[in-house]
C-alpha cells in the first residue's frame, strides 16, 4: 500500500485523481463514501467478533 502510495506521488496520477475528486464533490458521493464506510465496518465487526469469540474459548 505504501509502495502504491510513493509510486502515485511520484508519478502525479494521485494529486490529478484528488483534484479531479475535489472538483467534482457532491452530495452524492459523500453518501456513496459514507455507504463503503458502513460495509467495510460492518464486515470488520464481525470478523472481529469472531477471532475475539474463537479466542476466548
Do not use: C, N, P
Not at 472538483?23 to 460492518?42: C, D, M, N, R, T
Request: charged residues 10%; glycine residues 6%; aromatic residues 16%.
Amino acid at each position: 500500500m505504501v509502495v502504491i502510495l510513493l509510486f502515485g506521488l511520484a508519478q502525479g496520477f494521485l494529486i490529478d485523481f484528488i483534484i479531479a475528486i475535489a472538483q467534482s464533490f457532491s452530495i452524492v458521493f459523500f453518501y456513496e463514501i459514507l455507504l463503503i464506510a458502513i460495509v467495510l465496518y460492518g464486515i470488520s465487526w464481525l470478523l472481529l467478533r469472531k477471532i475475539t469469540i474463537h479466542a476466548a474459548r
